[in-house]
T-cell receptor, first 112, second 118 residues
Framework: KNEVEQSPQNLTAQEGEFITINCSYSVGISALHWLQQHPGGGIVSLFMLSSGKKKHGRLIATINIQEKHSSLHITASHPRDSAVYICAVSLSIIQGAQKLVFGQGTRLTINP | GAGVSQSPRYKVAKRGQDVALRCDPISGHVSLFWYQQALGQGPEFLTYFQNEAQLDKSGLPSDRFFAERPEGSVSTLKIQRTQQEDSAVYLC????????????????FGPGTRLTVL
């Protein structure tokens, strides 16, 4: 079993729909990240959170530490939101450093 | 620099060739990570540097993989005798230390190098 599980793996929706991507993890973490990856490989950090909820524009991320679960929501989705969304958790390695352990990603396609 | 850069962006190698992938982190970033991303999968940790010291190389898949960061800035990931299963995107990320001297959780990613081994 992977330490970080995302669902769904693929999601297709119509423009304007409310989108939810879920992430569950099985290890103790110091932070959880939501990342966006466009074709071509570049990864952009959307959120880093360790508790509660964060909002940036149409994006909202929540985390429940007790249940080891996080969700990423997109309101009023737009075709430009089409990308792969990746959940990752920070795990301690050495001397305070944290490596990222990633889920396999959710491929989101928003049709006009 | 403005962000993390990697070169080359694309590399095609014949099976058995050696390759070298370069990462230029954000200036002043102490921590540098290498990740490997197979097609359709999430990235996986390869190795971690703090300045010039390679403190964790537990993710390197075999002794054909070697990474260095001799002056604590630019890093090179070398793969010897490449095999088809090495085909992947290799991502580099860097992060800073916080004011209190502890590593930041936030990592900044380069665009990746897509390696194809024929």
């Amino acid at each position: 079993k992977n330490e970080v599980e995302q669902s769904p793996q693929n999601l297709t929706a119509q423009e304007g729909e409310f989108i939810t991507i879920n992430c569950s993890y099985s290890v103790g973490i110091s932070a959880l990240h939501w990342l966006q990856q466009h074709p071509g490989g570049g990864i952009v950090s959307l959120f880093m959170l360790s508790s509660g909820k964060k909002k940036h524009g149409r994006l909202i991320a929540t985390i429940n530490i007790q249940e080891k679960h996080s969700s990423l929501h997109i309101t009023a989705s737009h075709p430009r939101d089409s990308a792969v969304y990746i959940c990752a958790v920070s795990l301690s390695i050495i001397q305070g450093a944290q490596k990222l352990v990633f889920g396999q990603g959710t491929r989101l396609t928003i049709n006009p | 620099g403005a962000g993390v850069s990697q070169s080359p962006r694309y590399k095609v190698a014949k099976r058995g060739q050696d390759v070298a992938l370069r990462c230029d982190p954000i200036s002043g970033h102490v921590s540098l990570f290498w990740y490997q991303q197979a097609l359709g999968q999430g990235p996986e940790f390869l190795t971690y540097f703090q300045n010039e010291a390679q403190l964790d190389k537990s993710g390197l898949p075999s002794d054909r993989f070697f990474a260095e960061r001799p002056e604590g800035s630019v890093s090179t990931l070398k793969i010897q005798r490449t095999q088809q299963e090495d085909s992947a995107v290799y991502l580099c990320a860097s992060s800073a230390f916080l004011a209190g001297g502890t590593p930041s959780n936030e990592q900044f990613f380069g665009p990746g190098t897509r390696l194809t081994v024929l």
